[in-house]
Nanobody, 115 residues
Framework: QVRLVESGGGLVQAGGSLRLSCAAS????????MAWYRQAPGKQRELVAE???????NYADSVKGRFTISRDNAKNTVYLQMNSLKPEDTAVYYC?????????WGQGTQVTVSS
């Protein structure tokens, strides 16, 4: 069982920045994919960004050029650097990983962007 703990959420004004962290309870070296999802009130959960064990990244169109996902295998942590935040980025952000064939979710961290 992999435990994921997110941190770094909060309230920020539009145009501001936040960095989310997701710390895993074990080595992430072999995690095939690590990702950030988000869910806004009344909306479905959506993929924000993902990074493979090879370092390949993929982003939702809505965040391209503003968000950057990275992973630090030594710290067992994946990050999401969010710049130029917009009110529509307001959501609960969840960390997700896949280890072999099993996927795991974090508990989520709230990000609120005020206009």
């Amino acid at each position: 069982q992999v435990r994921l703990v997110e941190s770094g959420g909060g309230l920020v004004q539009a145009g501001g920045s936040l960095r989310l962290s997701c710390a895993a309870s074990e080595s992430i070296f072999s995690f095939r994919v690590m990702a950030w999802y988000r869910q806004a009130p009344g909306k479905q959960r959506e993929l924000v960004a993902e990074i493979t064990s090879y370092g390949t990244t993929n982003y939702a169109d809505s965040v391209k050029g503003r968000f950057t996902i990275s992973r630090d295998n030594a710290k067992n942590t994946v990050y999401l650097q969010m710049n130029s935040l917009k009110p529509e980025d307001t959501a609960v952000y969840y960390c997700w990983v896949i280890k072999v064939v099993t996927n795991y979710w974090g508990q989520g961290t709230q990000v609120t962007v005020s206009s």
